[in-house]
């Protein structure tokens, strides 16, 4: 057994906590003065490289029909306009009282 299916089931939920607060962190923090604008830039942009690596391991990952390719840039929009909210709730209180809220409308 190379991990304990407990640690694996610790493990999605403590990076999803992860990343809840490196999103306060950076709205908080390092993009004070941006506004919630360049942290949805940031989001956006984010999958880039993360595409590049992907391609450089996989190549033919790439090789989807242009629906599916339109299903998916769709669907990131949408992620993209979901995220405006969530953002300005972070820029204006606490994580612990933002997320739960957020669940609520997933």
């Not at 919630?36 to 590049?52: E, K």
């Amino acid at each position: 057994a190379f991990m304990s299916p407990i640690i694996i089931a610790l493990l999605g939920p403590a990076l999803w906590a992860a990343g809840n607060h490196i999103d306060k962190y950076l709205v908080d923090r390092r993009m004070l003065n941006a506004g919630v604008g360049a942290a949805l830039v940031f989001s956006a942009l984010v999958g880039v490289p993360m595409t590049l690596i992907f391609w450089l391991l996989q190549p033919n990952v790439t090789s989807i029909h242009p629906i599916n390719a339109a299903i998916l840039m769709v669907n990131g929009v949408f992620y993209i306009i979901s995220l405006w909210p969530y953002l300005l709730a972070l820029q204006r209180d606490d994580a612990a009282v933002v997320v739960p809220l957020f669940q609520l409308s997933g």
